[in-house]
């Protein structure tokens, strides 16, 4: 063993250096530490500041044409990210280096929040227009027949209207009108329960639009033909049909509009009543009929125009819901033809002449709408030669007992026979997909009931397109099992197979 | 009108909550990370140079 007299001093000066060494490492942690600590603590308190707090007016208000607060998704997230940004690197200068790990982070969540939520807008507008397109909902405007691609809304907070709620920007599930009530964006999600209106013509719609299927039904003929009274009488006999049946079969009448205009509907139909002449001036209006059968619901929508409108091809042209409809009804006055009027004898002329129309060419406003029809499927892209078309001979009360009693006959027969209507039948065969020949009765019976006829071509009108409602009023309103036995029905009327 | 500090606040305070978990554990363990290195480090050099 050597005795270095340095050994001490070395050792000692080893020690001291060890510890000087291990004096830095640990200073130099502890700076480390310290640092990262003052850092985060700021991220911390920017990100309570802005996020939890929400002290941050970067936010934008809503302009002066803006209808609802943006959603979070719809830009403050970024804005807020953005904002905690700016304010840690004012704080930290340089040293914002170390906490872009930290804001990258923030970044990340910010970006899956847009994911999730952008997700939420493409999956539930998805499923809202499956569930329309899968129930053949369309919604045509009763007022300017324009289809619409969704109804507009009016909030209830504050009265403004808008125009597309659905999904987006503004709002996935909800979004906040400028007044900050809460408005469903969807359907799907209970929309239909705020006013409506039509996003062309910003009329009020009181049907629900978009919850059930829309049946357009356009009801054409010269003028005193007898429309309007036909369209009372359509609405009495579904309504005589829920009146007998209530557990089947329901008839509301949609919207004030709707019921001021049928609300009379028996005093119409009254026997000895004249129903006044639809003023020219106005384009028609739909009136909207909800019928609902079970869980099937149809939203019927009648258009009943004055007679003038089918006179000209100019005037035509306007009645645009004629394009969205897939059965008409031509309605025509029987003793306005000539070859009726000529077989009547001199008594019945007598008796009948103030019942008679003036138009004496039920063709020219068959021509009319059919040219529009098919003017207007082109436009639209339908496809033609699908359409159903009823001929409803009217009056077939007063053609009762007289020479040309059309009870007994088929009415197709007595059609082409009496009328003479050979060319216009043969015309419609080609020009529709199928065509059906009613004589009606728009009179009600001493019970109040309406005429078995009536029953018997709103049974057709609905058989095709709402196959179950069709059915209900088929069985439990058939007119022998109900009206037959209080009245002998006045007129034929078969709808024959459908 | 809310206040708009109340503006988007559920969403907002959710993502605060999310954000100091997601800022606050990293941290915590980078700092125990870092006093556990410092002291084997120390260790090591004081047994390299003082046996
Ligand atoms: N008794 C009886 N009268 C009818 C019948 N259909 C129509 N009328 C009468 O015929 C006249 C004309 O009927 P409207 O329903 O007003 O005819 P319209 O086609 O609407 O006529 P415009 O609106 O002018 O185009 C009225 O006096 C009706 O009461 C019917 O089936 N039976
Ligand atoms: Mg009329
Ligand atoms: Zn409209
Ligand atoms: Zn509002």
Known sequence: MTDDPWEPFLSTVRTVFAFLVCAVIVLAALALVVGLLLLVRIHLRRIHEVLYLGDHAGVGSPGP???????????????????????????????????????????????AHLALAWAGVVVSRLVDAALLAARRIRMVCPNCFEAMSYPS???????????????????????HCVCDRALPTLLLLGSADLDTRCPHCDHALEHRPGEAREFVLPLFGAAGAGKTRLAHGLYLSL??????????????????????????????????HRVAPTPPGRRAHGATLRVAAGRRTLLVQMYDTAGEWFNTHERTEELSYLGRATTFLLVLDPLAVPAVWEALDAEEQRRLAGDRSGARDPERAYLQVRDQVQRQYRTLGAAPGKGRLAVVVTRGDLLAGTSVDPRGTPPERWLDEVVGAANLLRAARVDFGSVEVFVTSAVTGPSGAPDPSLTTLSRWVLARDAGALGATLREPCDPLSDAGEERVPVSAGTGGPS | MIDPRHRYRTVRRSTAFLLYLIVAVPTLMALFLLTDRTILLVRSVWETLVP
């Open chain 1, 65 to 111: 044409e803006d209808f609802a607060w943006l959603g979070y998704h719809g830009g403050p997230v970024w804005w807020d990210l953005a904002e905690v940004y700016r304010r840690v690197r004012l704080d930290t200068g340089l040293f914002v280096v170390f906490l872009y790990p930290f804001l990258a982070v923030q970044a990340v969540v910010a970006a």
């Open chain 1, 239 to 272: 309504e005589h049909g829920a009146e007998l049946h209530p557990e089947t079969l329901s008839v509301e009448l949609m919207g004030e509009e709707t019921e001021r205009r049928l609300r009379e509907s028996r005093t119409v139909l009254s026997p000895r």
């Open chain 1, 153 to 175: 809304y009016v909030c209830d907070g504050c009265g403004r209207t808008h125009r597309d709620v659905r999904p987006g920007m503004w709002g996935v599930f909800r979004r």
